[in-house]
């Protein structure tokens, strides 16, 4: 019995080494990061997302004379044009804002932290570096990030390039001088 917790407890009798991040493990990494910022941004949006009008003074109310009512919510796309006065609060702007913003931030932030690597990409067991190995800094972080645009204007192919480079890096990785690297065990040598 003790030697099966004395097994346990022993370490891995590989090595574990560092490969570049594939194409795949790096897609799935993305889904996860994806699924929770949009998750974040989706709760934002519950929070700062409906436009309210309330009616102040109402001189042609449904029932004649003019008195004080709350009109409804209203959707930011749905404007009324009249003399009557209206109190609006619009977190729609704030949300596209939040849209565009916050999804940099969360890359830009994770990947030039000590940890080099958003959630998903630690759950995959990658980091982002430099090309000497090293945690990149936050204007090199934002490159990357910026780079992902053109990856994507051009059809996605900056994106594909991960299958087929050599270090596997995609478009934005070579304009911003990154690696993505996996930890991986080493396997054993084939019997002989």
């Not at 974040?40 to 042609?60: E, K, M, R, Y």
């Not at 059809?155 to 690696?179: E, N, P, S």
Request: glycine letters at 10%.
């Amino acid at each position: 019995m003790s030697d099966q917790f004395s097994q346990a407890s022993q370490p891995s009798p590989y090595p574990e080494v560092w490969v570049y991040g594939g194409f795949w493990i790096r897609v799935v990494a993305h889904l996860v990061d994806s699924l929770i910022v949009w998750v974040g941004l989706g709760l934002l949006g519950a929070i700062i997302g409906p436009s309210v009008s309330i009616t102040i003074f109402d001189p042609q109310p449904a029932g004649g004379g003019g008195d004080y009512s709350v009109s409804y919510i209203q959707p930011v796309d749905y404007m009324i044009m009249s003399n009557t006065p209206h109190v609006h609060w619009h977190g729609h702007g704030l949300l596209e804002m939040a849209w565009l913003v916050l999804p940099a931030l969360y890359y830009i932030i994770f990947e030039s932290s000590r940890l080099q690597a958003t959630p998903g990409k630690l759950l995959c067991r990658m980091r982002v570096t430099d090309l000497n190995g090293n945690r990149i800094d936050f204007l090199r972080a934002t490159g990357r990030y910026l780079g992902k645009y053109l990856s994507f204007m051009i059809l996605g192919i900056g994106f594909l390039m991960v299958a087929w480079t050599r270090r596997k890096q995609g478009l934005h990785d070579i304009l911003a001088g990154t690696y993505v690297i996996r930890r991986q065990l080493e396997a054993p040598p084939p019997p002989v």
